[in-house]
DNA sequence: CACATCGTTCAGATTTTTCTGAAAGTTCGG
DNA sequence: CCGAACTTTCAGAAAAATCTGAACGATGTG
C-alpha cells in the first residue's frame, strides 16, 4: 500500500523528468532511468530499475550504459554481491556542464567548420550570387564563434554567469519554499 | 557554372545549419529551408526552395508552415505576382529569443506541475520510502524553478548576460576576423 | 467559364529510432 | 567444472517520425 504510493509518484517524475531529457534530444528513458535511481537514493541493481519502470533487461542494460558515458550514472561494485549496483549522480550542475561541454561543444565544431567550407567556395565565386551570400555566409560564422566562445566560457568556469542566478544550482536545501513564488 | 558553384556552397551550410536545428529537437528540414531563404538575401516562391533542396511540394508547404509559426520565415504578398513568396527573419537575436519564450518555457511549467503532483503524493505517505523521495523531488523542484526564472528573465530582457558575449549577437559586421582566433 | 499556376492537405509509403527477447558472456558458489 | 544469477549484445519486431504524391482549393487569365 505504502509503496504503490510512492511508486506511482516517482513514476510521475520519472516521466517529466524524462520529458525534459527527451527535449534535450536523449530518449525519454534515460530520464526515467536516472530520476528512478535519482529518487531511490541509494545504489539498486538493474533489475529492480527494470521492474520498476517495466522495461526489458536489454534496455535497462543499454540505457545504463549509455547513462555512463554521460557520467551521470556509476556503477559500483559490492564485495561479496554477485550482481552490480548503480548510483546516480546527483550534482545537477557538473551534469550539464559534462553534456554542453561534449555535445554542444561538438556540435558547434562541426558546423563552423562545414560554415568554412562553404564561404571559401563562394569566396571563389566571381558571380553576384556568390558574393550576396558570402556576405550572409560570415555573418552565420559570426554567430557560430559567439556561441562557441559562450559554451566555452561556460564549461571552463564551470559557472558561467546565467544573470544572477548560477550560485543557486548548487542547491542549499529549504530553497524551495522560498522560490516557489519568488 | 557560376551557378552550381554557390548553390553547392548553399547546400552545404544549409545542411550544417540543419544539424544544428536538429540539435535542437526541430527537423533538419527546417534548418535547410530558412538558409536558403537567409542567404538568397531575397524573398523566394515555393517551387524555388522545392528545386534547390530536392524537395516535394508538399514538405516545403508543410515546412514553410511551421517555420512561420516560429516567427522564423514571413509570408510575403507581392501585388499583381500570383504566387507567394517567403522571406527569412535575419535577427538570430529574436528568433532565439521567441523558440526558447515559447518551447523552453512551456517545457519548463510542465515538468514543474508534474514535479509538484509528485512531491504532493510523496507528502502523504507516511513510510520512510515516501519521506526519502519527497526530499529529491523537491531538490528537483528547486532546480526547475530556478531554471525557469532564468529562462524568463532571458525572455524578458530579451538580452540575458550570458557572460560578455551579449551584444555580439546583434552582429557588428566584419567582426568575422576579430573573432577567428580570438 | 475553362485553363493554368500555385499552395495545402493528408493517406499511405518509407525511413529512422527504439525496444524486445533470446543467445552468449561473466562471475561466483559449490 | 557445473549451474545459478546477472549482464551484454544484437537481430528482428514494433513504433515513431518524416516524406511523397495525388487530389483538392484558391486565384488569376484569356
Do not use: C
Not at 51 to 67: I, N, Q, W
Amino acid at each position: 500500500m505504502g509503496v504503490e504510493l510512492w511508486h506511482e509518484a516517482e513514476l510521475l517524475a520519472a516521466d517529466a523528468v524524462g520529458d525534459v531529457i527527451e527535449h534535450w534530444g536523449f530518449r525519454k528513458v534515460l530520464g526515467r532511468v536516472w530520476t528512478v535511481l535519482y529518487l531511490s537514493g541509494e545504489t539498486l541493481p538493474a533489475v529492480d530499475i527494470a521492474d520498476r519502470l517495466s522495461m526489458s533487461a536489454g534496455s535497462v542494460s543499454t540505457t545504463l550504459t549509455e547513462l555512463q558515458r554521460w557520467a551521470v550514472v556509476k556503477r559500483v561494485w559490492k564485495p561479496g554481491e554477485r550482481r552490480e549496483y548503480f548510483e546516480a549522480e546527483t550534482d545537477f550542475w557538473k551534469m550539464i556542464s559534462k553534456v554542453i561541454a561534449e555535445r554542444e561543444r561538438f556540435v558547434a565544431r562541426s558546423v563552423r567548420d562545414r560554415l568554412e567550407s562553404a564561404a571559401e567556395l563562394l569566396g571563389r565565386g566571381r558571380d553576384a550570387g556568390s558574393k550576396a551570400r558570402l556576405e550572409r555566409v560570415q555573418r552565420l560564422l559570426a554567430f557560430t564563434n559567439v556561441a562557441e566562445k559562450m559554451i566555452d566560457t561556460f564549461v571552463a568556469s564551470r559557472r558561467a554567469d546565467f544573470g544572477s542566478f548560477g550560485d543557486l544550482l548548487s542547491l542549499p536545501r529549504g530553497i524551495t519554499q522560498r522560490l516557489r513564488r519568488a
